[in-house]
C-alpha cells in the first residue's frame, strides 16, 4: 500500500464515528474518502482495487469484537491491517427539538449502537420500538427524512455532528451504559506491512489441527514462553465444521519484523493446522514494552550462542 493511500473507502455514510476516527489520521491525507453502506461493501471495494484502502470498526470496549468485521478479514478477504486507531465515543439520541423522549415510537440505530445504549434506552424511551440501521450516521439521515415528512416521534442513536448533517437536534447526550466507551477502527490494505515502530500489535488466526485437551494451551505457550504480551484472544466457530470446531484469533504485542514474535509465528505455523497473518502494523496509544524488549535481546543473545556453537560443527 502506498504511505499515503490517493482513495480511502470507510464505513460511511458521511457523519459516522469511523468517519471521525478516520479524519484523525492527518498523515494519511488521502486525495478522496469514499463512503460504503456496510463493512463488507468497503472491504470489497479494497479487494477489487476501487480504493487503496478500507477503513472499518473491529473492536467496542463495551461490546467486544465487532464479529461481522472479524469474520469477514478471516474468512472472505486476503487483507492486511495497516495500522489501528481508537476513539472515543458519544453517543447522543438526536431528533427534533422539544421531543418528549418518553413519548418516542421508534429509535433507529446500528444495532452495536443501541445496545451500547440498552440500558438507558429501555429507562428513558422504554415504549419506542428499536430499529436497525446500516450505522449511526445512516439512522440520522433517515430520521431526518422521516422528520421532513411530518413525523416527529422518531429519534437516533448517533454522533452529535450526525445530527447538524442531517438537520436534527441532539435530544439527550453521552447515553452510553458505561463510562469510558471506546471504538478501535483498523485500515487495511490488499498488501503491505508498516515498518516495525518499537509500539507495534500482529494479529493472526490460528487454526488448530484437532479439539482436544491442552490445544489451547499449547498455542499461548508460544508466546508465554517468549514474554510476549497477548492484548487479545477470542475464538469464532470456523464455518467449516460443526459445534466445537473453532479457529483462536490472537493480536500480540510486536511486529514480525521482532525476532521473538517471528520465532513464535514460525513455531505456530510448524505446529498447528493452520495460520492466517493479519498483519504487523503501529499500535494505537501508549505503552511500554520493556519486558518484551528483554526478552527480545535475551533471544537474541542465545541464537548468537547457538550459531557461534553450530559454526564449531565439524562438516
Known amino acids: 500500500m502506498a504511505h499515503n493511500p490517493r482513495r480511502i473507502g470507510f464505513f460511511g455514510p458521511f457523519g459516522t464515528f469511523t468517519e471521525q476516527a478516520l479524519l484523525t489520521q492527518q498523515d494519511l491525507s488521502a486525495d478522496e474518502l469514499v463512503p460504503y453502506r456496510n463493512v463488507p461493501d468497503v472491504l470489497d471495494a479494497v479487494s477489487a482495487g476501487e480504493v487503496d484502502a478500507g477503513f472499518v470498526p473491529i473492536e467496542n470496549s463495551i461490546e467486544g469484537t465487532v464479529n461481522f468485521t472479524q469474520d469477514a478479514l478471516i474468512f472472505d478477504y486476503q487483507l492486511l491491517i495497516q495500522r489501528e486507531v481508537v476513539l472515543d465515543i458519544e453517543h447522543c439520541l438526536v431528533g427534533v427539538a422539544g421531543t418528549d423522549i418518553a413519548s418516542l415510537t421508534e429509535v433507529l440505530s446500528i444495532p452495536v449502537a443501541t445496545a451500547q445504549c440498552a440500558a438507558w434506552l429501555r429507562t428513558n424511551a422504554g415504549a419506542a420500538d428499536v430499529t436497525a440501521a446500516n450505522s449511526t450516521a445512516d439512522a440520522a439521515r433517515l430520521v431526518g427524512e422521516r ?9 437516533a442513536v448517533a454522533p452529535a455532528n450526525a445530527a447538524a448533517l442531517y438537520g436534527l437536534d441532539v435530544l439527550a447526550r453521552n447515553i452510553a451504559d458505561h463510562e469510558g466507551n471506546q471504538t478501535r477502527f483498523i485500515l487495511v490494505a490488499r498488501e503491505g506491512i508498516p515498518a516495525a ?4 500489535k500482529t494479529g493472526i488466526v490460528v487454526f488448530q489441527r484437532a479439539d482436544e485437551p491442552g490445544s489451547l494451551i499449547s498455542i499461548l505457550q508460544e508466546f508465554a514462553a517468549r514474554r510476549i504480551n497477548l492484548s487479545l484472544l477470542s475464538s469464532r466457530p ?8 473453532y479457529c483462536f484469533i490472537i493480536y500480540a504485542d510486536g511486529h514480525v519484523d521482532d525476532e521473538l514474535v517471528a ?15 493479519l498483519g504487523s502494523y503501529p499500535a494505537a ?9 528483554h526478552a527480545d535481546a535475551r533471544w537474541q543473545s542465545a541464537d548468537d550462542w547457538v550459531s557461534d556453537l553450530r559454526s564449531q560443527v565439524r562438516r
Not at 147 to 155: L, M, P, W
Not at 238 to 245: W, Y
Not at 263 to 277: I, M
Not at 285 to 293: F, M, W
Open 285 to 293: 496509544g501508549v505503552h511500554a514494552h520493556t519486558a518484551r524488549e
Open 147 to 155: 422528520v421532513k415528512n411530518g413525523e416527529h416521534a422518531v429519534a
Open 197 to 200: 515502530t518499537g509500539h507495534d
Open 238 to 245: 470456523t464455518k467449516a465444521g460443526g459445534l466445537g470446531d
Open 263 to 277: 520465532d513464535a509465528l514460525r513455531e505456530l505455523r510448524a505446529k498447528q493446522g493452520d495460520v492466517k497473518f
